[in-house]
C-alpha cells in the first residue's frame, strides 16, 4: 500500500496509481509534504510478521543516499532517506527511528 514504484497502490476503478490521484489532485497532500517532496510522495507501507526472525536494514541519510545514487543508481535508486515507523498489533514494544537529515 503506497506510491513507492516497485508495488504502487491502483484505485480499484479507474486503476490509476495512487501517486498519479495525488499528483492530479495536490489538495491531497498538505503544503508542507508538498514542499518536501515536490510531485512525489515517497510512502510505502508494510506490513511485517515478528513470528520469525527480521534481517536488519540501515538506510543512508539524504546526502549519502543522494551521493550512492549518483554513483551507482542500479543499486541505489532512490535518493531519499527513509522514516520508519513502527506498531505493533499485539503487545510488543513500539519504536520510531529517524535517521539525521
Known amino acids: 500500500m503506497g506510491t513507492h514504484p516497485s508495488l504502487p497502490s491502483n484505485d480499484v476503478e ?3 496509481t ?3 490521484l ?3 489532485n495536490k489538495a491531497l497532500m498538505s ?3 508538498s514542499k518536501r517532496y515536490g510531485e512525489k510522495l515517497p510512502f510505502l507501507f508494510k ?3 515478528i513470528r520469525k526472525a527480521l534481517s536488519i536494514q540501515a538506510h543512508p541519510n539524504k546526502k549519502l543516499a543522494e551521493q550512492l545514487h549518483a554513483k551507482d543508481p542500479k543499486n541505489y535508486p532512490g535518493t531519499e532517506s ?3 515507523y ?3 498489533l499485539t503487545c510488543i514494544y513500539q519504536m520510531t527511528i ?3 537529515r
Open 18 to 20: 495512487l501517486l498519479d
Open 86 to 88: 513502527m506498531t505493533g
Open 82 to 84: 527513509l522514516l520508519y
Open 98 to 100: 529517524t535517521n539525521q
Open 47 to 49: 506490513v511485517l510478521s
Open 14 to 16: 479507474t486503476k490509476r
Open 31 to 33: 503544503s508542507e509534504i
Open 22 to 24: 495525488v499528483q492530479d
